[in-house]
């Protein structure tokens, strides 16, 4: 009974160590010794001395969104001879293609691919032809702030800074909502990492790069901007996240469709484990220890959940395990008949987004487990950064 116990309370210690400790140390060491802009970051810059700036776009069946893409981005607030849009259609079978070819602004260079292979497959290759000396990515349907690309970019003139991150908003939502208030609570993390230099994983949808630190990544890679932020961690450079530099986007269209986004990130953390596996070690300090916080023992909550149930079932026959039993039992409840998209009130929706959060993350590791996840996205069913 006592090696239950200890299981038991070993396996909730770490799952409230990665979402309240972990955060709170975190913040502590960024108020300490963080600071967001190194010397020379926030002073303003002539046109004639900003980078040259790519935007890079793969885009799989976006039709329905592109026309206010590209008239976001000709909205951006940057010089427009310094300024180039690349979008790779990756083999759509939409309109994607002709509305490219009908967009006549000099700045777009379109590639139509015919093949779908994915995501990653088609970003090597627009890299390849990227000449400049910055390339922010994104995704069809994030619409930037007019000068977002001017914020992001300000933080290269330190030389040690590699990559920066914005900061992605959803539309329609007020922060009520269990998967708002769990996109701030994410931000707010970002911001204490990024104050220290290592953001740990970029919001896919707007971060910039230098152009050199750009390694072409495995056509199999699943969450090509955690991994491409780690790599140029891993390198000794500062990614940093940058709050001022805003997009938006909108949020999933149904509870399935979250629950699908999710299970690609699942699977997607477990498989750039392997691809960032260096970043674990010791050696290199307060990142690792961010590393293991923020990521590793997040995606092994739901195993650590399943440890504490089995435990607690073995210790039903003590009354206080009876009564913790009927609350993880009771949170669970909640998570399944909220799943359809049914309303509950505001102080249940944490739990339900925690539980099928977690559902979703075990539902990834088996499919990382068994290989059974693509590599290609579905439009219709999630968004393109999935």
Known sequence: MLTLILL??????????????????????????????????????????????????????????????????????????????????????????????????KRLRPYLFSERRGKISVLNDLMRAVDADIVVMSDANTMFAPDAVQMLVRHFKNPRVGCVSGELSLEQDGGVSGEGLYWRYECWIKRNEGRLGFLIGCNGGIFALRRELYEPLPPSTIVEDFVLTMRVLERGYLVRFEPEARAMEPPCPS???????????????????????????????????????????????????LVALAANMGLVGLSFYRLLLALQAGGALIAVWAYPGRRLPRWTRPISYFYLMNYALFCGFLRFLFGTQRVTWDRASSPAHA
């Open 8 to 105: 038991f309370w070993i396996a909730w210690a770490l799952i409230l160590y990665t979402y309240a400790l972990f955060p709170l140390l975190l913040a502590f060491f960024a108020r300490l010794c963080g600071r967001q802009k190194a010397q020379g970051e926030d002073e303003d810059s002539a046109a004639g001395t900003l980078p040259r700036v790519a935007m890079v776009v793969a885009a799989y069946n976006e039709a329905g969104v592109l026309p206010a893409k590209l008239a976001n981005t000709w909205q951006i607030d940057y010089p427009q001879d310094r300024f180039t849009l690349l979008i790779g259609s990756d083999g759509s079978a939409d309109d994607t293609a002709p509305i490219l070819q009908a967009c006549q602004d």
């Open 255 to 305: 509870a399935r469709a979250e629950m699908v986004r999710k299970i690609r990130i699942g699977a997607g953390g477990w498989q750039a484990l392997g691809l960032t596996r260096a970043l674990l070690h010791p050696r290199y300090g307060l990142r690792a220890f961010a590393f293991w916080g923020h990521k590793v023992l997040r995606w092994l909550v739901p195993l650590l959940l």
